[in-house]
Every structure is written in structure tokens, then in C-alpha cells.
């Protein structure tokens, strides 16, 4: 097998660890915030994740389990907003040429996505946005730096292996 054939094949895993570590810097971040400003312990951070799927009162009343669904969830849509990016950037040039600028401009549609779209029309109940001004600064702030950067720097890092290879 060639370097070119193993570099094109490697978008697939370089797509996953990029969607793995906005997923960590992201729920990290989270569970950090909400323990230091409000006392919330980690496992209702996970249960508010879960209860986009399964409800408030489900997510509340399921202890560990419905803690750990919370944390799959997390995960999933990392990766799946990792795998878009990696969709758009095999088809866009643009996003590769400027990958700082296509990643910020996809941290902030995810910002806009995730909580007035996603959030809206899931079981957890939320509404748009808080009306803490610092929240939504930091929040679109992690959806840029935490999520979306570090998902463009292993899109591009398999990328440029693979034009490099060619």
C-alpha cells in the first residue's frame, strides 16, 4: 500500500481524534464552569446532556446510567460535528487554505446551532440563551477554541498528509 492510499484513509481517524478532544476540552470546560460558578457536580452536567434525549425528570432520576448515556451523547456529537467539518473541508478549498477561519466561522455556526436549533428542539426543555452575558461570551468562545479548532487541526493535519502524499 502506498503513502497516498494510507494518508487519504487516514481522514477517518484523524476526523474521530480531532471530534475525541473537542469532546474532552468541550465537557471538561463544562463541568468546570458549572462546578466552580454554581456548585453542580459533574454527574448533573452529564444528566443535562442526557435529558436532550430522554427528559429532564429520566435524566435526573437515572443516576449513573443516565449519566454515562449523557456522556455517550457528548461524545456522538463531537464526533459527528467533526465529521461534517471533515465533509465540508473534503469539498471546500477555501476551508483548507484557511483553516483558522473556516474553523472559527464553524465554531460560531455551532454556537448558533447547538442553542437555538439542537437545545430548542430537544427534551431538555432550554430556550435560546441565558441572559448571563459572561456565559455567552465564554460559551461561544469554547464552541470556537475548544470544539471547532482543534476538529480543523486534525482535519488539516490528514489533509495535508494526503496532498503531500500525492
Not at 494510507?6 to 481524534?17: N, Q, V
Not at 435526573?60 to 461524545?75: E, N, R
Not at 467539518?85 to 464553524?106: C, E, H, K, V
Amino acid at each position: 500500500m502506498n503513502y497516498a492510499a494510507r494518508s487519504t484513509r487516514s481522514l477517518p481517524l484523524w476526523t474521530a481524534i480531532g471530534g475525541l478532544i473537542a469532546g474532552t476540552l468541550d465537557i471538561g470546560y463544562a463541568i468546570t464552569y458549572w462546578g466552580v460558578t454554581a456548585h453542580v457536580p459533574a454527574q448533573r452536567i452529564l444528566h443535562s446532556v442526557a435529558s436532550g434525549l430522554i427528559g429532564r425528570e429520566a435524566a435526573l432520576a437515572g443516576g449513573a446510567s443516565t449519566a454515562a448515556l449523557g456522556l455517550f451523547l457528548h461524545y456522538f456529537i463531537a464526533l459527528a460535528m467533526a465529521a461534517v467539518y471533515a465533509f465540508a473541508a473534503t469539498r471546500l478549498a477555501w476551508m483548507r487554505q484557511r483553516p483558522w477561519l473556516a474553523s472559527t466561522l464553524y465554531g460560531l455556526w455551532l454556537f448558533v446551532a447547538m442553542n437555538f436549533i439542537v437545545v430548542p428542539l430537544s427534551r431538555a426543555g432550554g430556550k435560546g440563551l441565558p441572559d448571563d452575558v459572561v456565559w455567552i461570551v465564554l460559551s461561544i468562545a469554547v464552541h470556537v477554541v475548544f470544539v471547532a479548532w482543534p476538529i480543523a487541526w486534525a482535519v488539516n493535519r490528514a489533509m495535508k498528509g494526503a496532498s503531500n502524499a500525492r
